[in-house]
T-cell receptor
Framework: KAGVTQTPRYLIKTRGQQVTLSCSPI?????VSWYQQTPGQGLQFLFE???????NKGNFPGRFSGRQFSNSRSEMNVSTLELGDSALYLC????????????FGNGTRLTVT | KNEVEQSPQNLTAQEGEFITINCSYS?????LHWLQQHPGGGIVSLFM???GKKKHGRLIATINIQEKHSSLHITASHPRDSAVYIC???????????FGKGTHLIIQP
């Protein structure tokens, strides 16, 4: 089975722009979660989707949003980018909400200039 | 909000040594994860625990729910074990994972 695929791997954007990151989970996995990793804050939970519904949301401003499609692929969007949004964005998939062993993608490294 | 503390923050050891990394949390949880992150960013899930002990190869993870504490042990450590090890906890409600700051482990040949 293919692993979790995140695209793009690297992205450079300018302050004020918006960005969309994509995550394709392992085939058959219905739960996708997103995380932000920065040197200062470490890993932080953004949100989790299961069967196209957002189940949990972390403590991030409304500029951060996401969605999940019927094929379980997920996207996250950050609008009005700020310098502090520069980070590694990771997604993880799991079979379901109870079977929660996480399988991580390699991440998208976003740089905001 | 759960507070997750890991110790030590940094650990350098010689090949073959027995390694212990600790994780403490402040509020009751439904599950605890141990993750491994190599340079470059890729994260691998090592264990998911809700009670007791799990073993996989040279890795052992234990959790004490009453004491709100978990340990990750590496036996016969090897330079390829060099990585950042991260503890993460899942509360019982609608919260997502809360992560520790990680333990940076270096195993010298």
């Amino acid at each position: 089975k293919a692993g979790v695929t995140q695209t793009p791997r690297y992205l450079i954007k300018t302050r004020g722009q918006q960005v969309t990151l994509s995550c394709s989970p392992i085939s058959g996995h219905r739960s996708v979660s997103w995380y932000q990793q920065t040197p200062g804050q470490g890993l932080q939970f953004l949100f989790e989707y299961f069967s196209e519904t957002q189940r949990n949301k972390g403590n991030f401003p409304g500029r951060f949003s996401g969605r999940q499609f019927s094929n379980s692929r997920s996207e996250m969007n950050v609008s009005t980018l700020e310098l502090g949004d520069s980070a590694l964005y990771l997604c993880a998939s799991s079979e379901g909400q109870r079977k929660r062993v996480l399988h991580f993608g390699n991440g998208t490294r976003l740089t905001v200039t | 909000k759960n507070e997750v503390e890991q110790s030590p923050q940094n650990l350098t050891a010689q090949e073959g040594e027995f390694i212990t990394i600790n994780c403490s949390y402040s509020v009751g949880i439904s599950a605890l994860h141990w993750l491994q992150q190599h340079p470059g960013g890729g994260i691998v899930s090592l264990f998911m625990l809700s009670s007791g002990k799990k073993k996989h190869g040279r890795l052992i993870a234990t959790i004490n729910i009453q004491e709100k504490h978990s340990s990750l042990h590496i036996t016969a450590s090897h330079p390829r074990d060099s990585a950042v090890y991260i503890c993460a906890v899942k509360g019982g409600g609608a919260d997502g994972l809360t992560f520790g700051k990680g333990t940076h482990l270096i195993i010298q040949p």
